[in-house]
């Protein structure tokens, strides 16, 4: 995705009139918009082409887009995906992210809102790809492990491979960048997810659990994770000693 | 709605704890009268005995009969009476007939008060569940076209284009509103014959004249979007409907096959009707999206839609329901036939025919009025 060329973005949307307001509406901001009205022909679409962000509506004819994106995300496609639906209760939200999606907005949308939140979904890949670019900061090793950011893999300490989520990744590179530095939860929400996705800072705790688990050697007395009570995390490469 | 409920299940707490107790009480007199019996039985036994006793001890066999009643004497020996230990017998099946005949009325009209308050709640669930239901598809429903209504509002208010430019958008938003209108309309017309509400009249009606007046108001719509309506309908057809019913029917599937063919190339609507004995029959065929065979009986489902496809049709699932209902209210049928998706469709209305015009009406159409947009 370099700078001159518009980022090519899919819409799945099966209301004709929605689809062309959303449609109009990046592509009055530079965007080059690509349209399928179900989830069969996005599959297909998205099989042969690269997108730097799909818009993809919950409730569709036919396969609906949480399953849509459950598709994309086990063929190893890591495009982000922002949810369009009509239903915006909490619990939905959740399965909407648990699905693979990066953010979700519920109908009806400010327009204002929607163009922002596709600006920052888009401007946080740039940052993931751009620091993960060179073969110097697509590798992190630290404590025995090995994480390719590239193809989201990793290897632990004990040798066993690790298949990370994109929000895994993105929560390492975010404590790598700042290794030895207090990041607050907030900090991690805003880089990662944007904003306001998540009811509450406790998600962050959930994800440093789980990168616990992955590489640390004691989960319970961690070296590498380390939390700063009542602030944020730590994160050390070289291990607390 | 909740008092009623505490009051149902209070009821069918009492009515089962009045079943366990005729049980009981059944159980308990078939075991007093076995008692009773047995004691009766065997206090005769030893009335026998003591008069064996006596005949043996020398006692005259008159004096024995006199002194102890319900025993007789022969050869020398005392036994009971036959007809002492046939009324024994009477008597204790009489009991265990009455108590059966008793017993089973009360359990069965027991039984009956469950099944009709176990009912009543079922129902209740079933129509809370259903209110749910629709409320969630119906405001999700609503949810879309104000998306797109919101979308394009804010829209002109961001980048302020100029009248050409906004012309679509314009048009857009006229669509959505029509669109809500259209759902809110049949969203009213199927709470009604939900709960029955409906007073429909049985009158004779002409068919034509239904037919012309509802394709007169789809007409413009139709012109823009480039389908031709046509209708050949003989004015001589006459059915027995509800009139207003009958203008619902006929707009819901004409709405329905305009939703059919709208992007289709070359699209068109045909009207056509013809009568039998009893019965006069609409038959509206498009040459739109179609369906598969296997869905023609789940298009009348309440929210049930058809894929949207490349024409991009979105309705409430209520329209072809509404007519179901309504049909079977005019005592008439509806069904529909494709051949499969992409192949047209076709929706035969059936109702039943006026019977003093029956017996004049054609076997065949006659010439109609042509009408062609």
Known sequence: ?241 | MKATRVFQLTALALVMVSAVQVGWWLFDQHAYTVEKVAAARAAYAEQVAAAQALLDSGAAPARVQQLLSGIVTRDGRATLAPEVAEALTTEEHRRYRQYAWEGSFFLLALAACIAVIARALRQEAHVREQQDSFLALVSHQFKTPLASLQLSLETLALRAPGPEAARPLIDRMLADLARMEQMVTQILESARLERGRVDLKSEPLQLAGAVARVSAQLEERARQERISISSDIAPTLIVVSDPLALDVVVRNVLENALAAVRGAGGAHITLSARASEREVELLVRDNGVGFAPAESARLFQKFSRLRSGASGYYGTGLGLYIVRRLMELADGRVSAHSEGVGKGASIRLTWPAASMDARAAPQQPAAGQETRT
């Open chain 1, 1 to 241: 995705m370099s700078a001159t060329l518009p980022a090519p973005v899919l819409v799945v949307e099966d209301d004709p009139h929605l689809a062309a307001g959303v449609m109009e509406n990046l592509r009055a901001e530079g965007y080059a918009v690509t349209a399928a009205p179900d989830g069969e022909q996005a599959l297909d679409w998205l099989a042969g082409h690269e997108f730097a962000l799909i818009i993809l509506d919950v409730m569709l004819p036919g396969a609906d887009g949480l399953s849509v994106c459950r598709t994309l995300r086990a063929r190893g496609n890591t495009t982000p995906v922002l949810f369009l639906t009509a239903r915006g209760d909490p619990a939905d939200r959740v399965r909407g992210l648990e699905a693979g999606g990066d953010d979700y907005l519920a109908k009806p949308f400010h327009l204002q809102e929607f163009l922002l939140r596709v600006r920052a979904i888009l401007r946080r890949w740039e940052w993931y790809r751009s620091v993960s670019a060179t073969t110097a900061t697509a590798v992190l090793r630290f404590g025995g492990n090995e994480v390719d950011f590239r193809a989201f893999r990793a290897r632990s300490w004990n040798g066993e491979p690790q298949e990370l989520t994109e929000k895994e990744a993105m929560i390492l590179k975010v404590l790598a960048e700042h290794a030895g530095q207090i990041v607050s939860r907030e900090d991690l929400l805003e880089r990662v997810w944007g904003y306001d996705v998540f009811p509450s800072t406790r998600t962050v705790d959930n994800f440093i659990l789980r990168l616990r688990k992955r590489f640390e050697r004691d989960p319970a007395a961690p070296r590498h994770f380390l939390t700063v009570w009542g602030v944020g995390y730590r994160f050390l490469t070289e291990g607390e000693p």
